[in-house]
């Protein structure tokens, strides 16, 4: 059957440098938004410490005046974004500059925010009580993971640790104006890193294509970071050394962040917000993975042409076979590619006490991400979800 082909609108205003060394002109690219730049990372480690010395040498040679805000946590909180918000608005920096993971960029784009508007940059997320203004500050995103997409989204997740809450400001108006995507930047990620941010860029692609709004132009993006992803991460789990595949998964991060930002995410990222926020010390795509197998076996049936589609990404030979067939193998594809890549777990092995899967099940509902899901599911069943991934075999 062809699918009618439906009416979008696709919005990317990120100039993206992408490349080995680009680095290197962060001085010149910053020096276009003002004197003074707020650079945000986590605390210097053997692994950063160069990099962020790089960068702030590159800025000082540009004439930018430079401040260093170096306490991102993970699952970035909204006291550590305060504090970065009060060292800009003291030293009136007029660029945020985020280096390193989705934390260090989606806090740059919080301290823009809560830097140069009233309230706390939590006020501004979904179904607050505030919106973001033309005041909020130009952000440059330099990622080095690849898999969270934001230095190409609209989007900086933040927690509330008192609510226990994981949520996020999303507004065109965070897209950060410039993206310097060097895979240099990524060779030292540890393995397990490389795993759990390759499997969040690949469900970011993977739920933008299955999304109900999904378009030709997200299509396009999102199954081309899928191929990529299938392709480059088992191998660059091997050798981590491989530049190729660190390129590769560079570019699919990005590919998949640039579908993201104009379609969105669907059940799984949902539920993974919802672990994230009463368990901070998971990583978001671990508890993506814990869920993805059940949730392709739910959800498939509702959506049988797409879900063969990224079946046959895995294994070529089912174009032979009807999409109802394919799209039933993907769960057993899935869990393949989970171990082959070191992410097969079940709640339990990532700590998460089963006491807490109600509550998990009721904050999913907190966010939207359900709603556009193919099949959308009950509390009750996504629930009945969480306590079928609670152990692994």
């Not at 995410?265 to 990583?283: E, F, N, Q, Y």
Request: proline residues 7%.
């Amino acid at each position: 059957m062809i699918e009618v082909l439906r009416s979008f609108s696709y919005y990317q205003p990120t100039r993206i440098h992408f490349g080995f060394g680009k680095l290197e002109e962060v001085g010149k690219i910053a020096a276009r938004y003002g004197k003074k730049a707020l650079l945000v990372t986590v605390p210097p480690s053997p692994a950063l410490e160069p990099v962020f010395e790089r960068a702030k040498h590159l800025l000082k040679e540009s004439g930018v005046e430079v401040a260093h805000f170096d306490k991102v946590v993970p699952n970035p909180t909204t006291e550590s974004i305060s504090q970065g918000a009060e060292m800009a608005k003291s030293l009136r920096v007029q660029v945020v500059i985020g280096l390193g993971g989705g934390s260090s960029i989606d806090t740059a784009k919080a301290i823009a925010v809560e830097a140069t508007h009233e309230g706390t940059a939590w006020d501004y997320r979904l179904f607050g009580e505030r919106r973001v203004t033309e005041r909020v500050l130009p952000v440059i995103a330099i990622p080095t993971t690849s898999g969270t997409g934001s230095h190409v989204t609209a989007v900086s997740v933040l927690t509330n640790p008192q609510e226990r809450f994981k949520s996020a400001i999303v507004d065109p108006l965070l897209f950060p104006k410039e993206a310097i995507v060097d895979p240099d930047l990524v060779m030292t990620l540890p393995q397990h890193l490389t795993a759990s941010t390759g499997f969040d860029a690949f469900a970011h692609a993977f739920e933008s294509y299955i999304h109900v709004n999904a378009n030709p132009y997200t299509d396009l993006l999102a199954l081309e970071a899928i191929r990529l992803i299938v392709r480059f991460l088992p191998p660059l789990l091997r050798d981590l050394s491989n530049r190729e595949a660190r390129a590769r998964m560079a570019w699919a991060d990005t590919l998949a962040g640039l579908s993201i930002a104009n379609c969105g995410t669907t059940l799984p990222h949902g539920i993974a917000m919802s672990i994230g926020g009463k368990t901070p010390w998971v990583m978001h795509g671990e508890a993506l993975s814990v869920v993805y197998p059940e949730f392709i076996q739910r959800t498939a049936p509702y959506a049988l042409e797409r879900f063969a589609a990224i079946a046959r990404i895995f294994r070529p030979e089912l174009s032979q076979e009807k999409d109802e067939i394919a799209a039933q193998e993907l769960r057993d594809i899935m869990v393949s590619f989970l171990k082959e890549i070191g992410m097969w777990f079940g709640l339990e092995d990532l700590h998460i006490p089963k006491e807490e899967l109600p509550e998990i099940a009721e904050y999913t509902f907190k966010l939207p991400d359900y709603t556009v899901n193919p099949w959308v599911p009950t509390k009750e069943e996504v629930l009945s979800l969480l306590e079928s991934v609670y152990s692994r075999n």
